[in-house]
């Protein structure tokens, strides 16, 4: 069965650096996702990204985040100057086309787990 | 409550019971979906219902959906020592474009 893969599995950064998440969606995927889980909290949501653009964003996608599909598989997440309230749980997700999420909704990656020192 | 609230937060029930899980939301649908979390890992969907759906199977899961109560149910039937996780449940709002809203989940364990 088709896979959403993330990587690294896990990462530790100091504050003040900037680190990059990286994601594979499924490859006739459409949409794409960011979400984060602060350790003991809900999944909340960061971004969503449809034809090379941003559709969606929360309030704790800041200038500080940013998105991008470098290329035809990864999209990636950047977060430019991490803080210690970055630490979280990130997952990447992605759906085909509309009626395809309202039929069988999300396909979530195992995660990354940052960890900002 | 906040969209996406799950009750109990957390149930602890032997293995060959049924555990059942709530979900209460706020606003309007397009769809509600169940997702379960292992400690520490990825969301792994489970099943979704529609919003003019009302029940729906899949193995041992049954999951129901009353829109105007904004309530949804999660059974999981005959429970094993590997469906200890999370559930959490997750609204596909209307009018909120492509994101979907999670509860703050159910810690199930289910003892041998």
């Known amino acids: 069965e088709p896979e959403v893969t993330q990587t690294p599995s896990h990462q530790v950064t100091q504050m003040g650096q900037e680190v990059i998440l990286r994601c594979v969606p499924i490859?006739?995927?459409?949409?794409f996702y960011w979400y984060r889980q602060i350790l003991g909290q809900k999944v909340e949501f960061l971004v969503s990204?449809?034809?090379?653009?941003?559709?969606?964003k929360s309030e704790i996608f800041d200038d500080q985040f940013s998105v991008e599909r470098p290329d035809g598989s990864n999209f990636t997440l950047k977060i430019r100057s991490t803080k210690l309230e970055d630490s979280a749980m990130y997952f990447c997700?992605?759906?085909?086309?509309?009626?395809?999420?309202?039929?069988?909704?999300?396909?979530f990656g195992s995660g990354t787990r940052l960890t900002v020192v | 409550s906040q969209q996406g609230e799950e009750d109990p937060q957390a149930l602890s029930i032997q293995e060959g019971e049924n555990a059942t899980m709530n979900c209460s939301y706020k606003?309007?649908?397009?769809?509600l979906q169940w997702y379960r979390q292992n400690s520490g890992r990825g969301l792994v969907h489970l099943i979704l219902i529609r919003s003019n759906e009302r029940e729906k199977h899949s193995g041992r899961l049954r999951v129901t959906l009353d829109t105007s109560k904004k309530s949804s149910s999660l059974l999981i039937t005959a429970s094993r020592a590997a469906d200890t996780a999370s559930y959490f449940c997750?609204?596909?709002?209307?009018?909120?474009?492509?994101?979907?809203?999670f509860g703050g989940g159910t810690r199930l364990m289910v003892k041998p």
């Open positions: 606003t309007s649908i397009n769809n």
């Open positions: 490859s006739n995927h459409l949409y």
């Open positions: 997750a609204t596909d709002r209307i009018g909120a474009g492509n994101m979907l809203t």
């Open positions: 997700a992605s759906s085909e086309r509309q009626g395809w999420r309202d039929r069988y909704g999300y396909t």
């Open positions: 990204f449809y034809n090379n653009e941003i559709s969606e």
